[in-house]
């Protein structure tokens, strides 16, 4: 697996941009579809909760408000 260095970061981010764009986004809506994806992305892996950073910047968390519900068999 590719680590994600600088250059495959800022090239992710340049195509995200692109794609807000495209959809003709106000800043506000390009923060909620970044962050639905973002929760989404997290929750379809699996994960309950996820933190990313950049040191020294600002870090973003996605923690699960809902609680895992057992199924029960009769």
Partial sequence: MTDLNENLLQNF????????EE???EPDQMLEAIGSTFIGAVL??????FQVEIAGVACAT???VFETVSEVSS
């Fill in 13 to 20: 981010s340049d195509r995200v941009a692109e794609i807000c």
């Fill in 23 to 25: 959809m003709n986004l």
């Fill in 44 to 49: 379809s892996f699996g994960k309950t909760e």
């Fill in 62 to 64: 996605v923690e699960t």
